[in-house]
C-alpha cells in the first residue's frame, strides 16, 4: 500500500491566503504566531515584509539559513524581542548571553555537555522514568499528556541539576518555575510596537515575584552544594551542578553566570523536550501503522537477555528515534529562531538590512512546500537510516544550527528516547475520539488544551 495514503495529517492552520491588517497582525501574534504565516511562507524560498514596526525577512532557504547561521553567523545577532522578553529571566545565561560573555561561557560550558557526561545521565534518565511511570499502573480516566511529560521532563531535569538537592520545597520550586514561564515567556504587544524598555509590560509584571522567589532558591541552592563540595570533595554528585561549579573561575564562569545558566537550563531544556514527547505519543496515537513498528522494535530490544546499558538506546532503536524526529519536524518545540543582522548583509539578490528581524522558523522550513514531499503528514519513514542522507542539514532545524546550536541536543535526545522506551513497552497511549490539539506558539509549540490520552497497560 502507498505510504502517503495512510500517512496520518494532524492539526495545523491553513497557510492564510489574504493580507492581515495591523490590529490582527498583533493580536494573532499575541495569541498564536503559528497562525499568522500566508501561502508564500510555505512556498517562496524567502519572503521580505514591511510591517509599521519592523521590516522582517522570513528565510526559508536552505542556503539563506545557512548564510544567516553559519557562514556569516558573526554579521547577526539575537532578536531585540526575544532578548527583551527573555533576558529578565535568563540574564547572562548561555540562551540570552551575546558577544565576548557568550563566547566564553560557551567555551567554558562545552566540558559539562560532552558526551562523556550525558551518557552518564542515562541512568538518572532511565530511573526518573520508571519512578514516573508507575503513576499510569493504576490510571482509570484519561490524562493529560503534555502536562504528564512536562513533569517527567521536569524531574529528570531536577535530577541531572541538583540531583535533588534544592535549598527549599522541591513541589513549591517546580510550581515555581511553571508560573514563571507561563507569565513571562509571552510576547508583549508593547515590545512589537517598539515601546521603550522602561515601559512595564503587563506579561512580566505577574511574573516578577515567582522569578525573585525562584533565584532565591537556585542561589541557596549552588551555595549549598559549594559548601558540600568543599566538605566531601569528589563524593558529590557529578550533576550540571558540580559540572559547573567545577568551570567557576576567571576564564570560565562567574558565580551569577552559573546561577543564569541554573535558571536557562531549566528555562531551555524541560518544556522543550516535554513538547516534543507530547506530540510523539499523539501522533503515534493516531497512526497505530507506525506506533505497531515502533513497539516492535521496543518490545524486541527489551526482551534481549542482556539489555545494554541505557546510553546505547540511542542507535539501538533507529525508529523510535525516527518517529521523535518526524514530531519535531512537524511540532518544532522551538518554532522559531530570530536573528537582527548589525550591518546591511546580502545574500543572492535578497537585502539584509541592519536592524530587520530576520525569521529563521522551523515551523515554515520543516513543513515547505519546496524541500518536503508530502510536508503536512506523518511519515517517521523520512528519518529512518536508509532516509536519512536526503535531508539537507539545513531543511531540518529543531535545535538550530551553527555557533549557537542548542548545546543540550544530545541530552534531549537520549532523554527521549529513554522515556519513550519505557513508556511505549509498558503502556498503550490513545486518544479517543474526535478532539484535536490545536498547535500555539508560546516559548515553545504546545497544544493549546493539552493531550488528553488513555494509557494503559500493554502487558
Ligand atoms: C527537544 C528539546 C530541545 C529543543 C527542540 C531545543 C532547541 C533549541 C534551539 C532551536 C536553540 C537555538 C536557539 C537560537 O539559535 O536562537 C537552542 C539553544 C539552546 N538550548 Fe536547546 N533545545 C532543547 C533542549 C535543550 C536542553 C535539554 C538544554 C539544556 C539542558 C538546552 C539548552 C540550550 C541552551 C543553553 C541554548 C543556547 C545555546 C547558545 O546560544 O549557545 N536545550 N535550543
Same mark, same amino acid.
Given at each position: 500500500?502507498?505510504?502517503?495514503?495512510?500517512?496520518?495529517?494532524?492539526?495545523?492552520?491553513?497557510?492564510?491566503?489574504?493580507?492581515?491588517?495591523?490590529?490582527?497582525?498583533?493580536?494573532?501574534?499575541?495569541?498564536?504566531?503559528?497562525?499568522?504565516?500566508?501561502?508564500?511562507?510555505?512556498?517562496?524560498?524567502?519572503?521580505?515584509?514591511?510591517?509599521?514596526?519592523?521590516?522582517?525577512?522570513?528565510?526559508?532557504?536552505?542556503?539563506?539559513?545557512?548564510?544567516?547561521?553559519?557562514?556569516?553567523?558573526?554579521? *547577526?545577532?539575537?532578536?531585540?524581542?526575544?532578548?527583551?522578553?527573555?533576558?529578565?529571566?535568563?540574564?547572562?545565561?548561555?540562551?540570552?548571553?551575546?558577544?565576548?560573555?557568550?563566547?566564553?561561557?560557551?567555551?567554558?560550558?562545552?566540558?559539562?555537555?560532552?558526551?562523556?557526561?550525558?551518557?552518564?545521565?542515562?541512568?538518572?534518565?532511565?530511573?526518573?522514568?520508571?519512578?514516573?511511570?508507575?503513576?499510569?499502573?493504576?490510571?482509570?480516566?484519561?490524562?493529560?499528556?503534555?502536562?504528564?511529560?512536562?513533569?517527567?521532563?521536569?524531574?529528570?531535569?531536577?535530577?541531572?541539576?541538583?540531583?535533588?538537592?534544592?535549598?527549599?520545597?522541591?513541589?513549591?520550586?517546580?510550581?515555581?518555575?511553571?508560573?514563571?514561564?507561563?507569565?513571562?515567556?509571552?510576547?508583549?504587544?508593547?515590545?512589537?510596537?517598539?515601546?521603550?524598555?522602561?515601559?512595564?509590560?503587563?506579561?512580566?509584571?505577574?511574573?516578577?515575584?515567582?522569578?525573585?522567589?525562584?533565584?532565591?532558591?537556585?542561589?541557596?541552592?549552588?551555595?549549598?552544594?559549594?559548601?558540600?563540595?568543599?566538605?566531601?570533595?569528589?563524593?558529590?554528585?557529578?550533576?550540571?551542578?558540580?559540572?559547573?561549579?567545577?568551570?567557576?573561575?576567571?576564564?570560565?564562569?562567574?558565580?551569577?553566570?552559573?546561577?543564569?545558566?541554573?535558571?536557562?537550563?531549566?528555562?531551555?531544556?524541560?518544556?522543550?523536550?516535554?513538547?516534543?514527547?507530547?506530540?510523539?505519543?499523539?501522533?503515534?496515537?493516531?497512526?497505530?501503522?507506525?506506533?505497531?513498528?515502533?513497539?516492535?522494535?521496543?518490545?524486541?530490544?527489551?526482551?534481549?537477555?542482556?539489555?545494554?546499558?541505557?546510553?546505547?538506546?540511542?542507535?539501538?532503536?533507529?525508529?523510535?528515534?525516527?518517529?521523535?524526529?518526524?514530531?519535531?519536524?512537524? *511540532?518544532?518545540?522551538?518554532?522559531?529562531?530570530?536573528?537582527?543582522?548589525?550591518?546591511?548583509?546580502?545574500?543572492?539578490?535578497?537585502?539584509?538590512?541592519?536592524?530587520?528581524?530576520?525569521?529563521?522558523?522551523?515551523?515554515?522550513?520543516?513543513?515547505?512546500?519546496?524541500?518536503?514531499?508530502?510536508?503536512?503528514?506523518?511519515?517517521?519513514?523520512?528519518?529512518?537510516?536508509?532516509?536519512?542522507?536526503?535531508?539537507?542539514?539545513?531543511?531540518?532545524?529543531?535545535?538550530?544550527?551553527?555557533?549557537?546550536?542548542?548545546?543540550?541536543?544530545?541530552?534531549?535526545?537520549?532523554?527521549?528516547?529513554?522515556?519513550?522506551?519505557?513508556?511505549?513497552?509498558?503502556?498503550?497511549?490513545?486518544?479517543?475520539?474526535?478532539?484535536?490539539?490545536?498547535?500555539?506558539?508560546?516559548?515553545?509549540?504546545?497544544?493549546?488544551?493539552?493531550?488528553?490520552?488513555?494509557?494503559?497497560?500493554?502487558?
Amino acid at each position: 500500500m502507498d505510504i502517503v495514503q495512510t500517512a496520518f495529517i494532524p492539526p495545523a492552520p491553513v497557510p492564510r491566503t489574504g493580507p492581515v491588517g495591523t490590529l490582527r497582525l498583533i493580536r494573532t501574534i499575541y495569541r498564536n504566531p503559528l497562525e499568522l504565516w500566508g501561502e508564500p511562507s510555505y512556498n517562496e524560498p524567502w519572503v521580505s515584509i514591511d510591517w509599521s514596526f519592523a521590516h522582517t525577512i522570513i528565510a526559508n532557504d536552505p542556503g539563506l539559513i545557512r548564510h544567516v547561521l553559519v557562514d556569516n553567523a558573526k554579521n *547577526y545577532k539575537m532578536a531585540a524581542v526575544r532578548q527583551r522578553i527573555l533576558r529578565p529571566i535568563l540574564r547572562d545565561g548561555l540562551l540570552t548571553a551575546e558577544g565576548e560573555t557568550w563566547r566564553r561561557s560557551r567555551k567554558a560550558m562545552a566540558p559539562v555537555f560532552t558526551p562523556r557526561h550525558i551518557y552518564g545521565f542515562a541512568e538518572a534518565m532511565k530511573r526518573t522514568t520508571e519512578t514516573f511511570a508507575k503513576r499510569y499502573e493504576a490510571l482509570t480516566e484519561p490524562t493529560d499528556v503534555s502536562r504528564d511529560m512536562t513533569m517527567l521532563t521536569y524531574d529528570i531535569l531536577a535530577e541531572t541539576l541538583f540531583s535533588g538537592e534544592i535549598a527549599g520545597d522541591p513541589d513549591q520550586f517546580s510550581h515555581e518555575v511553571d508560573r514563571l514561564f507561563e507569565t513571562m515567556g509571552r510576547v508583549d504587544p508593547l515590545d512589537l510596537l517598539g515601546a521603550p524598555n522602561w515601559l512595564p509590560r503587563f506579561t512580566q509584571i505577574r511574573g516578577r515575584r515567582a522569578l525573585a522567589f525562584f533565584r532565591q532558591i537556585v542561589a541557596n541552592t549552588i551555595v549549598m552544594r559549594k559548601n558540600r563540595m568543599d566538605r566531601e570533595g569528589d563524593k558529590v554528585p557529578n550533576d550540571f551542578l558540580t559540572l559547573l561549579l567545577k568551570a567557576e573561575g576567571p576564564d570560565g564562569l562567574s558565580r551569577g553566570e552559573i546561577e543564569d545558566n541554573i535558571i536557562t537550563f531549566i528555562g531551555a531544556g524541560h518544556e522543550t523536550t516535554a513538547r516534543a514527547l507530547g506530540w510523539t505519543l499523539y501522533l503515534l496515537a493516531k497512526a497505530p501503522w507506525e506506533r505497531d513498528l515502533i513497539e516492535a522494535e521496543i518490545d524486541a530490544f527489551m526482551d534481549q537477555r542482556q539489555v545494554p546499558p541505557s546510553y546505547a538506546w540511542l542507535d539501538a532503536l533507529p525508529l523510535t528515534r525516527a518517529a521523535f524526529e518526524e514530531a519535531m519536524r512537524l *511540532y518544532p518545540p522551538a518554532p522559531s529562531i530570530n536573528r537582527e543582522p548589525i550591518e546591511d548583509d546580502q545574500y543572492m539578490d535578497l537585502e539584509l538590512p541592519k536592524g530587520a528581524a530576520v525569521l529563521v522558523m522551523p515551523w515554515t522550513v520543516h513543513r515547505h512546500r519546496l524541500y518536503w514531499d508530502n510536508p503536512d503528514a506523518f511519515m517517521p519513514s523520512r528519518f529512518h537510516p536508509e532516509n536519512r542522507d536526503k535531508i539537507d542539514r539545513f531543511q531540518y532545524l529543531p535545535f538550530g544550527a551553527g555557533p549557537r546550536v542548542c548545546i543540550g541536543a544530545s541530552f534531549a535526545l537520549q532523554e527521549a528516547i529513554i522515556a519513550l522506551e519505557i513508556l511505549l513497552h509498558r503502556f498503550r497511549f490513545d486518544m479517543p475520539g474526535s478532539y484535536k490539539p490545536w498547535p500555539v506558539q508560546k516559548l515553545t509549540t504546545q497544544p493549546d488544551r493539552g493531550l488528553p490520552m488513555t494509557v494503559a497497560p500493554r502487558r
